[in-house]
């Protein structure tokens, strides 16, 4: 059962939205930490916990449609794709749509939809640097990160590299993946990594998209 005080609790503050409007448009990306609510976080630790001792995650691709395919070289997490299926869920999403609405008053995006999977890295996985969108070639705008592990030792890997958009191997933050910490950064432009984790990692990676849509079909695979 999801708290009373869980429930009253305001979801992204209008100071925190306001900095990572601010955020993105000086630099194109935002990170910090205690912006999530420490309960929302626990509920949500507990579930992706749950789903990962009982076979409910399913190993990660890269790629889309006819493209995607497995490359443990590359990316060696596994998702379960947010349904709404919990109260926990529910409260998280409902933060994200406050956050695209407030972005599309401020920036104008045109973002149309929010869609989000929990994330497991079992110890030794990564996720090789890369882009989240090709520009010009998809849908997704915005990246966020929602990070669930509660007392990250500093010892644990699993940082969040984040990398110039232009300048090769700039190294510009390294986000640690500690409970209640919240990254967000455009996805057409920012590359970033996950470096080797040495414990369990989980989050809720997102994606604020735009509408795709292609001859009559909706947000067709790119």
Not at 75 to 84: E, K, N, P, T
Request: hydrophobic residues 40%; glycine residues 8%; negative net charge.
């Amino acid at each position: 059962m999801m708290s009373p005080s869980l429930l009253a609790a305001p979801l992204l503050d209008p100071t925190t939205i306001n900095r990572i409007v601010d955020a993105l448009v000086e630099q194109g990306w935002f990170a910090d930490s205690e912006v999530l609510d420490p309960g929302l976080c626990q509920q949500l630790y507990a579930e992706i916990c749950h789903l990962a001792d009982h076979d409910g995650l399913e190993a990660a691709g890269i790629g889309r449609g006819t493209h995607h395919h497995l490359r443990k070289d590359i990316r060696g997490d596994a998702i379960h794709w947010l349904d709404r299926e919990s109260q926990a869920q529910r409260i998280y999403l409902a933060s994200m749509a406050e956050l695209q609405e407030s972005l599309n008053q401020a920036l104008f995006l045109g973002l149309f939809e929010y869609e989000a999977h929990f994330a497991h890295y079992p110890p030794g996985a990564f996720y090789q640097r890369h882009l989240d969108s090709f520009r010009g070639r998809a849908n997704r705008v915005i990246s966020t990160v929602g990070y669930l592990n509660p007392d990250w030792p500093a010892d644990g890997g699993g940082e969040m590299v984040i990398y110039h958009p232009e300048a090769t191997d700039q190294e510009v933050a390294r986000v640690v993946p500690q409970a209640g910490t919240f990254a967000c950064f455009l996805s057409e432009t920012i590359p970033h990594e996950v470096l080797p984790t040495r414990r369990p990692r989980t989050s809720i990676a997102g994606w604020f998209r735009r509408n795709a849509s292609l001859g009559g079909v909706l947000d067709p695979a790119s």
